[in-house]
């Protein structure tokens, strides 16, 4: 019976994407200039994003950003060659049967391939909320029946019920889960508006229970106000700030280039969404750093001592929504005058040269400030070029 379903859901695959190329010539795409200046610096002709700061190589974090970026800026052609990509080099050309491994580049024999087949769960669920997203944004059951399928997939490989806590999202099918007591976390995975969003789409899913648990998560990994890269939660000992045991050595716990998206996420959050204000009020270390300090650090520890100050122009713009939703205006102004100082009026893009990471950070940041793109109170997206 599954395999009947499969066979037949890639039948309405094939058939949804002809009828999604013919009315991709009549989609009009919004001006989005950072959105058109990135494809035309790091996403090829084919769909695949390049990340040039580590040598050239693409992770399914950067394909479900694009994804989500082109869903926003009505670009449905872009929409489409990035999402072929992603299932045909990472999902081994079926997203229905494998979630997609999370590092695509250059392996040791010269070969272009993949470099690690575990998934990273973050990219999955962005991946499955944006095709969510798009069916119902585009009227495509095409888009709608692919990430269904994602979503279940997500749920049945990535999902584990903690004792004491609820549903959370491992970072990844295998490696997270050290020994029977204890399981590590990165609080950037599960953005609250994705996770919201996916329990309105997918009721049966166990999304509304770790939406729930969501400021919890956040809470416990903010030992100081400031949230932390990564976590490992047991119900005896609660959570504690860790590392992943492949770091290397001497590596310590702290709050830095994965953090910096709690912030973000949590800045573009509905203030009606249940549990959103939980959240902001877990993160007042950075709050009350960013009133008396220019920049947001680039590296704390779990004591709230700042490690570094070299925080790249990405981090500005992932605390705009932050800001805004404290009400901070005088720090807003702060940032996007930071923003408006680094962006190069050639290339359209921020810092020199400018970085992957940086402009990910930006377009989330920018276009949620710019009202590209909002999240309503139950997690469903609203996009400019549809209006609310």
Not at 143 to 153: E, F, I, N, P
Not at 328 to 335: F, I, M, S, Y
Not at 340 to 368: C, H, I, R, S
């Amino acid at each position: 019976m599954m395999r009947m379903r499969m066979k037949l859901l890639r039948h309405v695959l094939s058939v949804a994407s002809l009828s999604a190329l013919i009315f991709a010539t009549g989609c009009r795409a919004q001006s989005w200039p950072l959105w058109q200046a990135y494809q035309g610096k790091f996403l090829n002709s084919d769909g695949r994003v390049v990340d040039y700061n580590a040598q050239a190589r693409t992770t399914s974090e950067g394909q479900s950003y694009a994804l989500f970026f082109a869903l926003v800026a009505n670009d449905r052609p872009a929409f489409d060659k990035v999402l072929a990509w992603t299932q045909n080099n990472l999902a081994q050309g079926d997203l229905t049967a494998h979630l997609p491994a999370w590092e695509w580049g250059k392996a040791k024999d010269g070969q272009w391939k993949t470099i690690d087949p575990n998934p990273a769960s973050d990219a999955d669920l962005w991946i499955s909320y944006t095709l969510l997203q798009a069916g119902r944004l585009w009227h495509d059951p095409h888009y709608t029946a692919l990430g269904t399928v994602m979503a279940k997939r997500i749920a049945n490989e990535e999902v584990a019920n903690l004792p004491g806590l609820g549903s959370m999202l491992l970072p990844g099918p295998t490696g997270f889960h050290p020994n029977a007591a204890t399981w590590l976390l990165n609080p950037s995975y599960m953005p609250l508006p994705v996770v919201e969003g996916m329990a309105h789409a997918d009721p049966s899913g166990p999304w509304a229970g770790m939406a729930a648990a969501v400021p919890d998560l956040v809470k416990g990994a903010s030992p100081a106000g400031f949230v932390m890269d990564w976590v490992s939660y047991s119900q005896a000992g609660g959570f504690q700030p860790a590392v992943l045991p492949t770091a290397p050595k001497g590596t310590v716990p702290m709050g830095s280039y994965d953090a910096i998206r709690v912030y973000l996420w949590t800045g573009m959050a509905n203030p009606a969404t249940p549990g959103a204000k939980l959240t902001l009020r877990a993160l007042y270390g950075m709050a009350a750093y960013l009133k008396s300090h220019t920049l947001p650090p680039e590296k704390v520890d779990p004591q709230g001592k700042v490690l570094s100050t070299s925080a790249p122009v990405g981090f500005s713009a992932a605390v705009e929504p932050f800001l805004s939703a404290l009400g901070d205006k005088g720090d807003l102004n702060t940032q996007q005058a930071r923003l408006d100082a680094m962006v190069n009026p050639n290339t359209k893009l921020y810092g020199e040269p400018p970085a992957y990471f940086d402009q990910n950070l930006a377009m989330f940041g920018e276009g949620w400030q710019q009202h590209r793109f909002g999240f309503a109170s139950d997690g469903d997206l609203w996009v400019k070029w549809k209006g609310r």
